[in-house]
């Protein structure tokens, strides 16, 4: 069992940028893929980003590229999600997934273990 916790939400201007942390309660192996996905108000859950836990590479959707870059701190057990000129339409719940694997998933569906959540704001 895999249990994750998001920190780092908030309310920030447009153009601004927040730092998303997503802490694993036990020491994640090599065989993981890590997401961050966001869910708006009577919106889907979609795709932001993921990171494989072994090798690093990472996956990005349209809206975020070039904005957002996701790592990961093999020490600290930890993923992270950093967020640079953020715009109002970024505004959402924002969530950390994990799931067994070596390739990066853009649904969902697919992921096995979630956090709580972790609000972002961004005001125009």
């Known amino acids: 069992q895999v249990r994750l916790v998001e920190s780092g939400g908030g309310l920030v201007q447009a153009g601004g940028s927040l730092r998303l942390s997503c802490a694993a309660s036990i020491r994640l192996l090599s065989g993981y893929v890590m997401g961050w996905f966001r869910q708006a108000p009577g919106k889907e859950r979609e795709f932001v980003a993921a990171i494989t836990w072994s090798g690093g590479t990472t996956d990005y959707a349209d809206s975020v590229k070039g904005r957002f870059t996701i790592s990961r701190d093999s020490a600290k057990n930890t993923v992270y999600v950093q967020m640079n000129s953020l715009k109002p339409e970024d505004t959402a719940v924002y969530y950390c997934?994990?799931?067994?694997?070596?390739?990066?998933?853009?649904?969902?569906?697919?992921?096995?273990?979630w956090g709580q959540g972790t609000q972002v704001t961004v005001s125009s």
């Open positions: 997934a994990a799931r067994p694997g070596y390739a990066i998933a853009k649904s969902h569906r697919v992921y096995d273990y």
